[in-house]
């Protein structure tokens, strides 16, 4: 009998196997992020004009930012300890992002429902990387360097 981490490690290499993923836009992780980034500049949008240099450039950069370590990341999965970096700074801005909307919340520039709604996004982005973070070798390419070596 199996181990559930050996089922569910052989079920997610089924899974990448199957399906080709050409670009990080096409990871899931990435569309939340990238819905998550939408939420937030608009509901910014509506936070107190002295915020403006502070929690709403903030917030807004943080966010952002998921997404583009995240291109950064894909970029760099040749070298698993490089995107294993990547990915961690991901998960940094997806925290920092969750303080933000703490702090949106506690100034009342964001209601308790959208905080809610938006905090369980990020908490479920944050689940995302961490499966991603200990299956980097699933994400790896080839290094064709070392293959046309042998050339």
């Known amino acids: 009998m199996r181990s559930n981490d050996s089922a569910d490690s052989d079920h997610f290499s ?15 992780v990435y569309k939340k992020a990238h819905v998550l980034v939408t939420e937030i500049f608009e509901l910014s949008k509506c936070f107190p004009v002295e915020e403006r240099f502070a929690l709403t450039s903030q ?6 930012s998921i997404c583009l370590n995240l ?9 698993e300890a490089h995107f294993i ?3 961690t700074d991901c998960d ?24 809610a709604e938006l905090a369980s996004l990020s908490a479920e982005i944050g689940k995302m990387l961490s499966g991603m ?10 290094d064709r360097t070392a293959a046309d070596s042998d050339l």
């Not at 917030?59 to 952002?64: A, G, K, P, Q, Y």
């Not at 291109?71 to 070298?79: G, L, Q, T």
């Not at 973070?133 to 080839?142: D, L, N, R, T």
């Open 59 to 64: 917030i807004r950069r943080s966010s952002r």
């Open 133 to 142: 973070i200990k299956k980097a070798g699933s994400f790896a390419i080839p």
């Open 92 to 115: 940094g801005e997806n925290g920092e992002t969750d303080s933000s909307l703490d702090f949106g919340r506690d100034c009342g520039y964001i209601s308790p429902a959208k905080h």
């Open 71 to 79: 291109r950064e990341a894909w970029a760099k999965r040749r070298y």
């Open 85 to 87: 970096s990547k990915l």
């Open 14 to 28: 089924l899974v990448m196997s199957a399906m080709q993923i050409d670009s990080p836009k096409d990871l899931n």
